[in-house]
């Protein structure tokens, strides 16, 4: 399809509606440049509900006269088979990130796409490869690069100029990583497409600890099991893994090494290349350790030890990150210029596989040799065949 002119609205598809959706989805009603058109959603309770805070947003903010309502679908096939679209805000659980980000960049779209990215290492150089061909303006929904009061952008640049001296050691305080998914089967109600929200991942019984009924206050626990996502370790990993490599120059890039711990859920240790340590553990958040400091940024602080490598103005020539004060605009802006977003696909798949290299490690409790460039563990069989997983029959990539 062709994409919208520089002078017309955008328009938005979106996919998922849960508790991550409402942030987002209110940054995409207050912005101009776009118009939501469409949302699908598996669960009907919130496919209606969805439907209404759009309408509700567009009446009540933007009395816009071009807004001719919102279409619901439960498949997005359908709605990007319907529906004429320039892009779609994917938010559904993890391991439906990538087949429909495909399916939209085989339509032509552009993506925003919720972390972690992936479910698998290789997912997700197929879907980097992806967008690379097709030109898609792609973003990663690791908004710590964009919000937060600019505290994650701060940090990056404070170890950029060298205000903590040489890196050394890197500790990522996130949780731990996945189980397999062990709970029971419930009765499946009337207004859930299970088979759909199971999508690629293997067949099994619904419970709605997965899948919630209705609206929901809190984030499905999806996310502890392996079929489905990473754990706490990638749930919040894909946070500050992400911002720990953009601080040593390694987000296109990865570790050499991992060396989990011999028991327990955390002290993972990756090695780079330049020999800086990362340790899963410790302060939620990153903790940069340099020769001449230490800085440690979350989501409500940012500190610098001794507190005068702080204190200074950066140097006129100093490198800075992308300005982007909101992750959604920063995309929206991407899809008007055609540049890279703060947080392509290409990053966000190497955040992704830094979360799956440790949940590997913890799984096979043995020293790994990665290589960045291939993607692939060093003369291991085994760790390799846990790079990737085959789809469920019939979803195929």
């Excluded at 659980?93 to 399916?103: E, I, K, Q, R």
């Excluded at 996502?229 to 749930?235: M, N, S, T």
Aim: charge should be neutral; hydrophobic fraction near 35%.
């Amino acid at each position: 399809m062709a994409r919208a002119q520089a002078n017309e609205r955008i328009q938005i598809g979106v996919i998922g509606y849960g508790k991550r959706t409402g942030p987002v989805l209110r940054n995409a009603l207050r912005e101009g440049a776009v118009q939501v058109t469409a949302l699908c959603e598996i669960e009907g309770t919130r496919l209606e509900a969805g439907k209404k805070a759009v309408e509700v947003g567009y009446g009540k903010e933007k009395k816009s006269a071009s807004f001719k309502g919102c279409a619901t679908y439960v498949d997005y096939r359908e709605m990007l088979e319907k529906e004429q679209l320039d892009a779609v805000v994917i938010m559904t659980p993890d391991h439906m990130h990538v087949h429909p980000s495909l399916a939209a960049i085989a339509k032509g779209c552009d993506v925003y796409c919720e972390k972690p990215l992936t479910q698998n290492i290789a997912e997700g150089r197929l879907l980097a490869e992806a967008v690379r061909k097709a030109g898609t303006v792609f973003q990663t929904g690791s908004q710590q690069r964009s919000e937060y009061a600019g505290r994650f952008r701060r940090a990056v640049e404070l170890v950029w100029a060298g205000r903590i001296g040489d890196v050394k050691k890197i500790h990522v305080g996130v949780g731990g990583p996945p189980i397999p998914c062990d709970l029971p089967t419930e009765d499946l109600p009337n207004n859930v497409d299970w088979e759909l929200w199971l999508g690629p991942a293997p067949m099994r019984g619904y419970n709605e600890i997965l899948c919630p009924k209705g609206i929901h206050n809190h984030y499905p626990q999806f996310r502890k099991y392996q079929e489905y996502a990473g754990g706490g370790l990638a749930d919040m990993g894909a946070h500050h893994f992400d911002i720990a490599q953009w601080g040593i120059g390694m987000d296109a890039s990865g570790p050499v090494s991992v060396t989990p711990p011999k028991e327990g859920e955390s002290g993972l240790k990756f090695t780079y290349e330049n020999g800086v340590e990362m340790f899963h553990g410790g302060f939620s958040g990153t903790t940069f350790e340099g020769t001449e400091g230490t800085i440690q940024v979350g989501r409500g602080s940012l500190k610098v030890s001794p507190k005068k490598l702080m204190e200074e103005e950066l140097p006129k020539n100093a490198k800075r990150v992308t300005s982007s004060n909101n992750h959604f605009t920063n995309w929206v802006e991407c899809i008007k210029s055609r540049e890279d977003p703060i947080c392509p696909a290409e990053i966000g798949h190497r955040t992704a596989t830094v979360c799956h290299l440790a949940n590997i490690g913890y799984k096979l409790r043995r020293e790994l040799k990665w290589d960045p460039k291939k993607e692939e563990f060093v003369g291991d069989a085994e760790a390799n065949a846990l790079r990737s997983r085959k789809p469920r029959d019939g979803w195929s990539y």
